[in-house]
């Protein structure tokens, strides 16, 4: 069974700044996909970058990126130049390469950006 | 595309009552996740299906949860006999099934139940 850390219950970070979210996971497969996704207060989940196992190139998306370690299995959440509305909580999610299979969740992280 | 809907988006109900939850998904999207999230924990998977054929459910799924996906559309979650355990969000999300490409999965706003 797959198995999602977030070792960081709670978050801040001044506006403008950096800030990483860390997540490790634990399992067997090779081929996987890993997932970060954001819940702002009182409104749904929504995708904030995937990552293939199989690529080494760490994905990014505007102010986000990953830095994906598979030996480590390790994959940790880079926000720059945060925004107010990146307030809300991160989850860390594990999904088994074949078939859209459902996704495993750490515990989430509260981040805070403080103007 | 409206995006995933949920309904009711909040309940109220007494111990021992039944409870039924509807998810209508994305139009074209053939899978359909139901989600359990408790008050600082991660969402945690419940079932899903592929159009209306239920593919996995959890071991959280007890006796008392049923779920269904007449016709491959919408989906429905009933408990029954509910129990102030059963307190939590429930989540649904759908995304296209595809061995090669993990989609991206689309969630509904939840419904948040409330045993007194």
């Known amino acids: 069974a797959q198995t999602v850390t977030q070792s960081q219950p709670e978050m801040s970070v001044q506006e403008a700044e950096t800030v990483t979210l860390s997540c490790t996971y634990d399992?067997?497969?090779?081929?996987?996909?890993l997932f970060w996704y954001k819940q702002p207060p009182s409104r749904q989940m929504i995708l904030v970058i995937r990552?293939?196992?199989?690529?080494?190139q760490n994905a990014t998306e505007n102010r986000f990126s990953v830095n994906f370690q598979k030996a480590a299995k390790s994959f940790s959440l880079k926000i720059s130049d945060s925004q107010l509305g990146d307030t809300a909580m991160y989850f860390c999610?594990?999904?088994?390469?074949?078939?859209?299979?459902?996704?495993?969740f750490g515990k989430g992280t509260r981040l805070s950006v403080i103007a | 595309d409206t995006g995933v809907s949920q309904d009711p988006r909040h309940k109220i109900t007494k111990r021992g009552q039944n409870v039924t939850f509807r998810c209508d998904p994305i139009?074209?999207?053939?899978?359909l996740y139901w989600y359990r999230q408790t008050l600082g924990q991660g969402p945690e998977f419940l079932t899903y299906f592929q159009n209306e054929a239920q593919l996995e459910k959890s071991r959280l799924l007890s006796d008392r949860f049923s779920a269904e996906r007449p016709k491959g559309s919408f989906s429905t979650l009933e408990i029954q006999r509910t129990e102030q355990g059963d307190s939590a969000m429930y989540l649904c999300?759908?995304?296209?099934?595809?061995?090669?490409?993990?989609?991206?999965?689309?969630f509904g706003p939840g419904t948040r139940l409330t045993v007194t």
């Open positions: 999610a594990f999904m088994k390469h074949w078939g859209n299979t459902p996704l495993v």
């Open positions: 399992t067997s497969e090779n081929n996987y996909y």
């Open positions: 999300a759908s995304s296209l099934e595809n061995r090669d490409i993990a989609y991206e999965q689309y």
């Open positions: 990552q293939e196992a199989y690529k080494q």
């Open positions: 139009s074209e999207h053939n899978r």
